[in-house]
């Protein structure tokens, strides 16, 4: 099993950048997709984005395209989101998770996540 560890979040204002990491350990990185999902106090978790295996395709939810960028680098086992013009709505706590190889981007199949790292968007 691999083991997710996320790391970068704060305390940002509107409008601001951040950028989270997540270091997976155990297994090698290139064997799973992997996608980033945030859950807000009160509200399902939701998914933010994906990246494939080598990093060839990568999608987003509509409400962050544009703005948050996903990427890895495998010889560094690590997952990158980095999220540009961040608003309010975008607080929530931050997961990374992964999926095997070629399995649907679904949030069932995502089967490893972290323990989260907390972002908050003031005003």
């Known amino acids: 099993q691999v083991q997710l560890v996320e790391s970068g979040g704060g305390l940002v204002q509107a409008g601001g950048s951040l950028r989270l990491s997540c270091a997976a350990s155990?297994?090698?990185?290139?064997?799973?997709?992997m996608g980033w999902f945030r859950q807000a106090p009160g509200k399902e978790r939701e998914f933010v984005a994906d990246?494939?295996?080598?990093?060839?395709?990568?999608y987003y939810v509509d409400s962050v395209k544009g703005r948050f960028t996903i990427s890895r680098e495998n010889a560094k086992n690590t997952v990158y989101l980095q999220m540009n013009d961040l608003k309010p709505e975008d607080t929530a706590v931050y997961y990374c998770?992964?999926?095997?190889?070629?399995?649907?981007?679904?949030?069932?199949?995502?089967?490893?996540w972290g323990p989260g790292t907390q972002v908050t968007v003031s005003s």
């Open positions: 998770a992964a999926r095997n190889n070629w399995s649907a981007r679904t949030q069932t199949n995502y089967h490893y």
């Open positions: 155990g297994r090698p990185l290139n064997d799973y997709g």
């Open positions: 990246i494939n295996t080598f990093g060839g395709s990568t």
